[in-house]
Nanobody
Framework: QVQLVESGGGLVQAGGSLRLSCAAS????????MGWFRQAPGKDREFVAS????????LYADSVKGRFTISRDNAQNTVYLQMNSLKTEDTAVYSC?????????????????WGQGTQVTVSS
């Protein structure tokens, strides 16, 4: 099964940018549709963005549309989340997820493999 490791989180001021990476191992990431999700303390897990195997189709939560960009480099076995114009409400643990089905949507329960997450904290 694929293993996922996120990196790139940290502390940033509101209005700033971060780029998260999700590196896959043991399996070729091109076999998986990928998603980014986040969870803030005391809140439910929330869909952020997803991308299909080829990278030709992407989907975003309304709350991040126009600010975040998901992309993938199958040759590097990595998926990225570029986050611009960050807001304090973006503070959360961000996790990437993979699923081998013909699904690249927003429902977390349809993703089979998860990374451990990376903390993003946006200060005012």
């Amino acid at each position: 099964q694929v293993q996922l490791v996120e990196s790139g989180g940290g502390l940033v001021q509101a209005g700033g940018s971060l780029r998260l990476s999700c590196a896959a191992s043991r399996r070729n990431i091109s076999n998986y549709n990928m998603g980014w999700f986040r969870q803030a303390p005391g809140k439910d897990r929330e869909f952020v963005a997803s991308i299909n195997r080829s990278g030709g189709n992407t989907l975003y939560a309304d709350s991040v549309k126009g600010r975040f960009t998901i992309s993938r480099d199958n040759a590097q076995n990595t998926v990225y989340l570029q986050m611009n114009s960050l807001k304090t409400e973006d503070t959360a643990v961000y996790s990437c997820a993979a699923n081998p089905r013909d699904y690249s949507g927003r429902y977390y329960f349809l993703y089979d493999y998860w990374g451990q997450g990376t903390q993003v904290t946006v200060s005012s």
